[in-house]
């Protein structure tokens, strides 16, 4: 974007967890500011509606009725900028949100948003499947972009050309959302004493409380905490010889989404084991990049019982094959 115009504002929000600030990234660029309006608190949607409040009163105090062209990512700003009179709206879809409601709130977000990408001026998806699964009857193609969650890497991290093999080392990576998957790995792990574990990231307090009380108890499991995207990321992988992207095949949103592991993954070269029934899953097999099981401890440990180092340096050796525009720019 910064290359197309030569103006660009960017306005955003910080979360109370994830305060790595990448956001800095942006005075890289001569051409681009950025503001933050607030701090979003999970669970408090008053301190939401606040902050979105502030940001329109901000775009109209700053662009009045002037032509604007703006970018917005995820459906709460999409509804937000239909009141920013006078504006070309480019939507982009990373996460299907109203998949997550059920009943009547269901009923009612789902037309909402089609509505608003409908009317939009372009869609920008970072996951073929969503547009597949639930857009491709409502937004025409030549108004669709697909935009997936590539690997920026500035220059700072590079692929591995070696994989760890002294054991298999599972890594965990991003933001803890599935309880009871993480659990049934916990229990894998703790089971089979040939493999190790290692978290980083943050999420859900109840989750990171379990991982850490693993880790005290475990020394073949070890808890992180948040990291540096991407500075951190090779050091990551460098400690690790298979990506653990299992997530909750019973969401709808996660059966269509393709989460940024997997371009991880294939650019520094990582196994990944993907969860069945998934789009990424689907990709990561198709592509030779890893494999996939289900959600359940039972089948996360037959797997992780009968995966092999060797099994693991070949795959690494397959994607090393891989074109790397695909994960990274």
Partial sequence: MSEEFEEVEVYGFKRNIHSVKNYSLFETKSNISYKIIGTFEDGKYFNRFWNYLKLIVLLYSKHGLRKKHLYVVGIDLRMI???????????????????????????????IDLFL?????KVIFTSLGFYEAYYKNDVPKEKVVLNENLLATYGKVHPLENLRSDGIHIAYIGAFRYGEIIDNLLN??????????????????????????YAE????????????????????????????????????????????????????????????????????????????????????????DSITISELIDCHNRIKTLDKSQFNY
């Fill in 188 to 213: 894998a792990v703790k089971k089979n004493k040939q493999l190790n574990l290692n978290f980083y990231g943050d999420g859900e307090s109840e989750i990171v409380h379990t991982m850490k009380e």
């Fill in 81 to 111: 900028s239909f009141f920013i009179l006078n504006s070309k709206i480019d939507y982009v879809i990373s996460d299907i949100v109203w998949l997550y409601f059920k009943g009547i709130k269901k009923k009612i977000f789902k037309p």
């Fill in 217 to 304: 108890e475990y020394d073949r499991i070890t808890y992180n905490g948040a990291f540096k995207n991407p500075d951190d990321l090779q050091a990551i992988y460098e400690q690790n010889n298979i990506n653990f992207v299992v997530y909750d095949n019973r969401l709808l949103n996660e059966r269509v989404a393709m989460p940024n592991k997997f371009y991880e993954s294939g650019f520094f070269n990582m196994p990944i084991l993907c969860a069945t029934n998934t789009y990424v899953g689907q990709r990561a097999v198709e592509q030779g990049m890893g494999w996939t099981c289900d959600i359940y401890e039972e089948s996360i440990s037959e797997f992780f």
């Fill in 117 to 121: 990408a409908r009317t939009s001026n």
